[in-house]
Structures are given as C-alpha cells and as structure tokens.
C-alpha cells in the first residue's frame, strides 16, 4: 500500500491549510500524526474509512477536521485556526487491523506516507 500526502506549507498564525492524503488501496483506518523537531510522532486524527468515525488528539480538537472521500479512499485533514506549534511535518498512516483502543498509537499502523510540511509563523 502506498500512501500519498500533499498539501502542506507555510501559513501565518490563524491561518488554515488542508492536508490529503491518497492510498493505493482501501484500509480500514487512516489517519495523521505529526513530529516537530527534537519531538516525537504524535497522533493528530484518524478516520475509519468505511463508518467515518473519527479522533481526534485534544490538542487539535475544534480546529482540525478528518474526512474522508471513500470512493477515492483519499482522507483530508482541514486545519484552521493554526498555531506556531502546529509546525511540523505531518504524516498519513494507514491500516486494516488496528482497534480503535489502538489509533492513537503510531506502531500500530503498518502502512505511512512522506511526510508534508507545516510550517506556521507567527
């Protein structure tokens, strides 16, 4: 399975970006985790693919959308509201295993795309 990530850039504080992410084929779960620099991955949102529920880490609650376009198996991240600590480079990661107890935990999904930058000024 490959994944494609597209959509990252620079951005002004309180500014908004949308992130896509496109995989080769369906999985169960997609989701977005980010890593800044000297920090460690950590999970953004996750959609299942087949019912659209959703996650969400608290940090990102209210400012950050998951979605999901089926037919494309293509899911979106809309961030708005963005804040100098969003800057990161955002990844998408895909599996058809996962539980849900499990989506916020970046070893357990088997499949990650490149990697998009974020980059948000003040």
């Known amino acids: 399975v490959q994944l494609q990530a597209s959509g990252g850039g620079p951005v002004q504080t309180g500014g908004s970006l949308r992130l896509s992410c496109t995989a080769s084929s369906r999985r169960k779960v997609m989701g977005w985790f980010r890593q800044a620099p000297g920090k460690e991955r950590e999970f953004v949102a996750a959609i299942l693919l087949s019912g659209g529920t959703t996650s969400y880490a608290d940090s990102v609650k209210g400012r950050f959308t998951i979605s999901k376009d089926t037919a494309k198996t293509t899911v979106y991240l809309q961030m708005n509201s963005l804040k100098p600590e969003d800057t990161a480079v955002y990844y998408c990661?895909?599996?058809?295993?996962?539980?849900?107890?499990?989506?916020?935990?970046?070893?357990?999904?088997?499949?990650w795309g490149q990697g998009t930058q974020v980059t948000v000024s003040s």
């Open positions: 990661a895909a599996d058809n295993t996962i539980i849900r107890s499990s989506w916020s935990q970046s070893s357990a999904y088997d499949y």
